[in-house]
């Protein structure tokens, strides 16, 4: 990115996408045997939607208020969360 500052732009994925996601990156198919283990997992696991839920809210909020961050800090951000642009 071009900009020394810019606007911190992430769409707020499907659950699809995020399964799509961490399928992709497994190298399975969303109907896999593995990906429907992982997607009954996050349904009911207590720690990981406390997880997507504060992504979630940072997500959110980065949006609501516009903020502005540096190309670095966006690119460690990117890669924190293990997103591609």
């Known amino acids: 990115m071009s900009n ?5 732009k992430i769409g707020m994925p499907t659950c699809k996408d995020v399964m799509a996601h961490i399928c992709d990156n497994l190298g ?8 429907i283990e992982i997607k009954t997992h996050l349904e009911n696991c207590d720690n990981c939607q406390h997880y997507f839920k504060s992504v979630e809210t940072t997500i959110q909020f980065y949006k609501k ?18 997103l591609k642009e």
């Open 65 to 82: 208020y516009n903020v502005q961050i540096s190309d670095e800090a966006h690119k460690r951000l990117i890669d924190f969360l293990g």
């Open 4 to 8: 020394e500052n810019q606007t911190l």
């Open 28 to 35: 399975e198919e969303l109907n896999s045997p593995r990906c």
